[in-house]
């Protein structure tokens, strides 16, 4: 099992920019087994969206409502998967969570941007 520490949300004016930052940590063994990592974010009364996802390898997936704004890389050797988030509107504004695979999906607790207008 991977333990998953997420930061960086918080309250930004439409136009603005923040940073996610979802470290893993965990046994040796599970660790060697993530593959891919990634966010999906949920709005209130909306349904889950996969947000970015990156492979090990460095491939990258984008929902296309974020595409040419939001950038997501990863640290493999701090175990760190980061979302950049620019331009952001107020439809960004939801729950954030970071997942890894490692086989099984293992999730973050949240953390919440709010993108005022």
């Known amino acids: 099992q991977v333990q998953l520490v997420e930061s960086g949300g918080g309250l930004v004016q439409a136009g603005g920019s923040l940073r996610l930052s979802c470290a893993a940590s965990?046994?040796?063994?599970?660790?060697?087994?993530?593959?891919?990592m990634g966010w999906y974010r949920q709005a209130p009364g909306k349904q889950r969206e996969l947000v970015a996802a990156?492979?090990?390898?460095?491939?990258?997936n984008y929902a296309d409502s974020v595409k040419g704004r939001f950038t997501i890389f990863r640290d493999n050797a701090k175990i760190t998967v980061y979302l950049q988030m620019n331009s952001l509107k107020p439809e960004d504004t939801a729950v954030y969570h970071c997942?890894?695979?490692?086989?099984?999906?293992?999730w973050g607790q949240g953390v919440q941007v709010t993108v005022s207008s």
């Open positions: 965990g046994s040796i063994r599970s660790i060697l087994s993530i593959n891919a």
């Open positions: 990156v492979t090990r390898g460095g491939s990258t």
């Open positions: 997942f890894v695979n490692t086989g099984a999906e293992n």
